[in-house]
DNA sequence: AATAAAACCAACCGCCATCAA
DNA sequence: ATTGATGGCGGTTGGTTTTAT
């Protein structure tokens, strides 16, 4: 998964980064901080150029940084982010604490980036065929049915593949599981649930405030109104 | 069981903005 | 005003793992 280690022109290593090597630039910003990224793996220890101990430090090393296992919350906030702020990964991650902008940009083009082309597809079908869509609403309630603008068209296949293995562990914070969702995704309209969205007041405040305009999917279909500070 | 294709993600690369000299 | 050094960002690559045939 990582690419092997090998040694560029200037003899500097490039590659995997070893146990041995995450040591030593854990230890030395530790305790001396990181200064200057250019200098740094000198006086580290490290035959490794400063971008790439930067990088290391700031996607892997640094404490707090969370890997996997991406909420319900924090996967709808990532698509609404990109909604309204295109491929701005650090502005994202900004949002999400303890998220990389690296991190981030590889969840959306390894399994957000699917899901938001579908949607596109489904609105895109929706207005195509809007008597084959709307004989597809399900809805709980005229609100929820004035509010969900997302349905799958009855000719849509069920793809499942589009949903990736990975979201399909246990929410990090929910003890609903994401394949007892699975059934919900198909079925009801995609539709963020501020309601009950209890689990993780930092990213419910975030969806419920924090943005300047509505979350528009693809086609510029509402979602929902959003209060923005 | 073997092979191919797809998925995943850490790391690299090049560009741009900022700042100090 | 110019130039070089540096940090940061977004796009892309490449190698491993997983899944499908």
Redesign the pocket.
């Known amino acids: 998964?990582?690419?092997?280690p090998s040694f560029?022109k200037n003899g500097l290593?490039?590659?995997?980064?070893s146990e041995e090597e995450d040591e030593k630039l854990r230890a030395y910003i530790q305790r001396y901080g990181?200064?200057?990224?250019?200098?740094l793996p000198k006086f580290a220890g490290l035959s490794?150029c400063?971008?790439?101990c930067?990088?290391?430090w700031k996607?892997?090393l640094q404490p707090n940084v969370k890997?996997?296992n991406y909420s319900k919350q924090e996967e709808e906030l990532i698509l609404k982010l990109h909604d309204g702020l295109g491929?701005?990964?650090?502005?994202m991650a900004e949002k999400l604490p303890g998220r990389t902008?690296?991190?981030i940009?590889?969840?959306w083009?390894?399994?957000l980036k699917k899901r938001a082309e579908l949607y596109r597809k489904m609105n895109l079908a929706s207005e195509k065929f809007p008597e084959t869509a709307s004989e597809n609403v399900v809805s709980d309630s005229p609100s929820q049915q004035s509010s969900a603008s997302y349905q799958l068209p009855a000719n849509a296949s069920r793809d499942e593949?589009l949903i990736?293995?990975?979201t399909d562990c246990s929410l990090s914070n929910s003890s609903e599981t994401f394949s007892e969702n699975v059934e919900d995704f198909w079925t009801k309209p995609f539709l963020v649930d501020h309601t009950s969205c209890s689990q993780d007041d930092f990213l419910s405040s975030l969806m419920e405030g924090e943005f300047t305009s509505s979350y528009y999917f693809y086609d510029g279909t509402e979602v929902f109104n959003q209060r923005m500070q």
Do not use: F, P
Not at 1 to 4: E, L, Y
């Open positions: 998964m990582v690419r092997a560029d290593k490039k590659g995997a980064w990181h200064w200057n990224w250019r200098q490794r400063g971008k790439s930067r990088l290391r996607n892997y890997r996997g491929t701005k990964w650090s502005a902008d690296n991190e940009k590889n969840y083009h390894s399994h593949s990736s293995s990975d």
